[in-house]
């Protein structure tokens, strides 16, 4: 609100000013209620943080309208439908949930409104549902996942049961593991898809994991599935001989101290971890701890490199849709997560993946890095767009 | 697939395990219905509030002041419900009850969101009950043990009162004909305020058990909701024995559903409950023959 003030007041002051800056009207569509309201908050505290501490690079002015998706696909429709014919914005970014996604797709497409993913993780988005007007600044579900099977597979483990959510993110997740881990030499030995937040109890699985045979256990789960899993994993004593690996959404600096104790030793991969050693990284961490009261999870990260995405692209002298979303596609920056590019095939952000352990800190649960994956731009799934032209 | 024996013992436990749980939501809800036929599909939230509480408090005194006094605040909140709403409703038809109740959910959902925020809680399991017992063979979490036994300790606590007490033959002449209790001379409406009390502390306590099990979420009443209908319609409305039953089943079939069948998992127990309509539409253990 306060911004939107600011940047009324700049757009207010501009008429008494000779060459006035271009003012981007940027719509931010994030879920501020429903289940993934904390995902929503984080996106929105890194975007701020990174709209205060680059803002001064370039002579843009940004004026954000924020919109409540509430999580449902119907009511983000419009959302975005309004955002982009009744506030006219230039710029949308956003997006928590792959299936508002999917239904926001068709409209800033044919609108030709440049849109900077922040969350949403489908690989469609940027496969066969690719855009050129949809840039992705977080992840792809298959990118996090990928590099892990063979990394797992250098490390010995032969067999391994796998576990996710019965929903396209669970399978699409544990699919691009499979298929680099079977790729690398190694075994599947069981594999479980748990109806979708509706298993509370994760005994039956953890009961058949455990009897399968398997080396390792591998999974994907998120927020409070992922909470009740590590706890209840924990509590039947698997964690010994049977090491839990991940997605690392699994101990996700936003709750794994919920999870406490049952997290250490938990080995996962992600696109970024707060304990990552970079002077990009220090900066942003303290800066959003100062504002925040709390370490910066991965979502934090997303809003934070989605501003400065949208920040590089204006210092091109992009100001409108179509020259935003063509900027957009060749931004390239150093942020807290390494160096960050756009792959112009698919539009999808290439980054370096980390393999991290959590750990007991001095007095909470912390991170140790155990590999730095290097970056791979996703195979193109079927994306056909025009390349970047000028 | 060849399972040993200790593989069968361990999902029955957590077949047991997860009945029980059931068991404590669904009692309070299935006498509340059947003693007044007043719907309350509050009684999740209940549930998440009794979770939310044992959080909170869990951060003060450790888990047993959460464990102790979950209940007790939860069934100060349902005295709050009662006077200030429910009372008013008891005239006023199922659909007008169903409505209310249905818009209370998502009013404590929010209000859960504004006072504890999106963040999911947790509670740690008290050191007593950390780590696992040798039982029938294999190792078993002990804090699972602990909800079983206090599952079965409340359901013979309450087996006792509604067939043993006088409380328990008021109780019980109330939910097979409330108007004929009435002329006996047993006040009825107080029966239920008692009943209701009784029935939201359950809730709490159900909360407070489950949230070092799972984790603490505003939308965790909504999620445990439709189980607990499950659990009365496939039991029969109104009755202990129905909801012992209702819970069993619904236990047993998730758990071995899980495990032998895992495509249908999430089908089986819908399933399970069409079938029960189709031959016997007030359940399997009516309170009223």
Known sequence: MKRAILAALGLATSFAMPAAAEDIKVGLLLPFSGVYAALGNEIEAGFNLALEQFAGETDATFEIIREDTEVKPPVALGKAKKLILQDDVDVIAGIVSSGVLGAVRDMVHDAGVPLIVANAGNDEATGADCSPFITRMSFSNSQVNRPMGSWMHEQGIGKVYTLAPDYAAGRQMIDAFTASFTAAGGEVVGQEFTPFQKTKDFGPYLAQAKASGADAVYVFYAGGEAISFVKQYDSFGLKADLPLYGSGFLTSQLYVNAQGPAAEGVITALHYVPTIDTPANATFTEAFTAANGRVPSEFAVQGYDAARALIEATKTGASDRASLATALREVKFEGPRGTLSIDPATNNVVQPIYVYETVAGENSLTQTVLAQLPAEADPVNGCEMAPVSN | ?289
């Open chain 2, 1 to 289: 697939m060849a399972h040993d024996l200790g593989f069968w013992t361990l999902q029955a436990l957590n077949a047991l395990q997860l009945s029980m749980l059931l068991f404590l939501l669904s009692i309070g809800l299935t006498v509340i219905f059947g003693l007044m036929h007043f719907v309350n599909l509050a009684h999740g939230s209940l549930y998440a509030l009794g979770a939310y509480f044992a959080a909170s408090l869990a951060a003060v005194g450790g888990y047993w002041m959460g464990f102790f006094l979950a209940p007790v605040a939860v069934a100060g909140v349902g005295i709050l419900l009662y006077s200030g709403l429910i009372k008013r409703m008891r005239k006023s038809g199922p659909m007008a009850q169903v409505l209310v109740t249905f818009g209370l959910i998502f009013v404590m959902l929010d209000l859960t969101r504004i006072f504890w925020g999106d963040l999911a809680l947790a509670i740690e399991v008290p050191a007593l009950l950390e780590g696992r017992l040798a039982f029938l063979g294999v190792e078993y979490p002990t804090y699972r043990l602990f909800i079983i036994a206090l599952g079965l300790m409340i359901l013979a606590a309450l087996a006792f009162v509604l067939g043993r007490t006088q409380i328990g033959a008021m109780i019980r002449a109330g939910v097979d004909n409330d108007a004929m209790a009435a002329c006996l001379g047993i006040n009825v409406e107080r029966l239920f305020f008692v009943v209701f009390c009784v029935g939201c502390a359950l809730a709490g306590l159900a909360g407070a058990v489950a949230a070092p099990l799972l984790s603490v979420t505003p939308d965790m009443g909504l999620q445990i909701l439709i189980p607990t209908l499950i659990v009365i319609v496939i039991g029969g409305l109104g009755s202990l024995k129905g909801a012992v039953a209702g819970s069993l089943i619904y236990g047993v079939v998730q758990t071995f559903g899980a495990v032998l069948a895992p495509q249908l998992a999430s089908v089986l127990i819908y399933a399970l409950l069409a079938v029960v309509l189709v031959i016997k539409p007030v359940g399997l253990f009516p309170a009223k023959g």
